[in-house]
Each structure stands twice: as C-alpha cells, then as structure tokens.
C-alpha cells in the first residue's frame, strides 16, 4: 500500500510503498476511507509537536474512518465489511502514538474502534474522532456546560464551529470571535447569535464561560478580560506554546483558567449520536490522498474553513 510518512520535523511527509499491516491478537485492519487533516499534522511537521510522538518515522493521521479488512484474533466483535471509526485507547491514538490514517490501511486495537450507521458518511465519522471528540470533550466535559449558559467560542476552525454547534444543541446562548468575517454566516447558520472580531468585544455579555480553540495568547488574555467574574476558561488551542495572561483579571475575578486535550469516556459515541440524528454536520472539505502534504500547507497559512478529510471511493 501507500503511504504518507513523517521522517522528522522541517521534513516534508515522504510517499512510501509498504507491506499491508497483518492483525495480532486483539487487532483490527482497517481499510481507510476518509482520514481528515487538523492543525496538530502542522506541528508534526514544523517541530512545535514533534517532541511528543513516541517514534519516528511514523504515519500520520489521527481521524480515521473506514471498513474493517482483517480481523485478529480475540477481536470477534468485529466483522469484515462493518463500517468503523478508530478512537483512542491505553495503545493511544492513531498518527500519535502508532501510524495512522494517511495511509491506504490502518492497524488498530480493536478495542478503540466505534461501529457507525451508513447514514453518518465516512468523511463525518472520520472528523467525529477529534474535532468531534474534542470540541466535545472541552465545551461539555472540561466546560461543564449547562443548559441556557452563556458562551463564547474563540476561533472559528473545524473544532470551533464544531464546539460551537454542540454548545447550542446543549441549549446554551451561544456567541463567537473570530477575525475572518468569510466564516460569519456559517457560524450563525449553526445557530451563534453573534459573532465579533475580538473575544474582548464580548465583555458586555458576561459570558460564563469561554472556550479558546485558537491558542494565539492574545486570545487567551483576552478570554479571560472577557470571561464573568467566577467564569471559566477553557483553552484548548495551541497556536502559540506560550501565553502572556492578565494575572489580576485571573484573580479578582477568579478566573478558572482550565487546559482541555481532548474529549473524556463516552465522547466519540455522543458525537456519533448527534451526527446520526442529523442535528450536528461538521463542516469539512473534500480532498485526494495525493493532496494531503498541500493540504496540509493550507492548514499552516490559515487557509482553510471548517476540516479537510482526504477521501477515497
């Protein structure tokens, strides 16, 4: 098979040709359909996340759907055909801990693996797994959403609109900040009541919480400028490793300030449920296998709106 490996950081993913993965006990062979793109493929690449992958070279590509190929042994839940997500588990994750998706097929832990229904497409199960997961995981597991909150999501991303959507369907008051004024309407078509350049412009609402899917600092300092007195922060973006953040805001406030990597036990399958009853669609753009190292590019300059998923028929 193919496939698109990271030799090492400042390096381009190189095109390879290797052995299709065989099944140990307890493993599953996926054959990839639809693997998306997020920004943590950037900084693989560029250094700022390469110290944590446990090996190199390796195969990236941590959203993964397909169908199962091959099954191991003590893996007989499973069954050629069955359509499948690939999660995280003690083994990690997928293009993390062990190669992933950007590949023709995929070797998992069977018990990572989700069955989803032919009315979730390959493409949104695939982004399910992560911007999904972890929009879930940092608006209503690290957030502690409730109903008729009051919230603010920064950056307006695939994870963004995504945590943005999920925080209305959890019946919260949900408004916005993002610079790029081209993904507005699609923020609002989601179900934001308003959407603002600058987080600070959000002060007035006394929003209760606030989650930061961009990770720029300034976004951070200006969540919490922004946030309530007692309100929460949730940062969940990395754009920057380092963050300059108004200490008395944080303590006259007092500010929780709260870090969110992704979602908790049970997240992948209420994301999959959403997406099954039609109220949650994340918004994504399809591309080829062949694609993948420009799609990637686009990630790193910022041109991109919603999730890229290199698909295959």
Not at 271 to 298: K, N, Q, S
Request: proline share 5%; glycine share 14%; with cysteine.
């Amino acid at each position: 098979m193919q496939a698109w490996q990271l030799i090492g950081a400042g390096q381009p993913l190189q095109l390879i040709e290797c052995d299709d993965p065989q099944p140990g006990p307890g493993e599953v062979v996926v054959d990839v359909r639809a693997a998306g793109l997020c920004h943590s493929d950037v900084g693989f690449l560029d250094g700022t996340l390469t110290p944590l992958l446990p090996k190199l070279p390796i195969i990236p590509g941590h959203e993964v759907a397909g169908v199962v190929a091959a099954v191991g042994a003590d893996a007989a839940d499973f069954q050629i055909g069955e359509r499948v997500v690939i999660g995280s588990g003690k083994a990690g994750a997928p293009g993390w801990s062990y190669d992933g998706g950007f590949a023709g097929k995929c070797l998992a832990p069977a018990n990572t693996l989700i069955k989803f229904p032919d009315r979730i497409s390959f493409a949104q199960a695939a982004t399910a797994t992560d911007a999904g997961h972890t929009a879930y995981g940092a608006v209503m597991d690290v957030g502690e959403l409730q109903a008729g909150d009051r919230v603010g999501i920064v950056g307006l991303g695939g994870l963004g609109l995504t945590g943005a959507r999920i925080a209305v369907l959890a019946g919260a008051e949900v408004y916005a900040a993002e610079p790029k004024r081209e993904v507005w309407d699609l923020a609002k078509q989601r179900g934001v009541i308003d959407v603002v350049a600058d987080v600070r412009e959000l002060a007035p609402l006394q929003l209760d919480v606030i989650v930061d899917f961009a990770g720029f600092g300034t976004t951070t300092a200006g969540a919490i400028s922004a946030v309530r007195e007692h309100g929460r922060v949730i940062q969940v973006g990395l754009g920057v490793n380092e963050a300059t953040i108004p200490t008395p805001d944080l303590v006259l406030k007092e500010v929780t300030l709260r870090g969110a990597r992704g979602g908790h036990a049970g997240a992948l399958e209420a994301v999959l449920a959403l997406m099954a009853t039609g109220d949650l669609t994340i918004h994504t753009e399809a591309i080829t296998f062949a694609d993948i190292p420009d799609a990637i590019e686009r990630l790193k300059s910022g041109d991109v709106v919603g999730r890229l998923v290199a698909e295959t028929p």
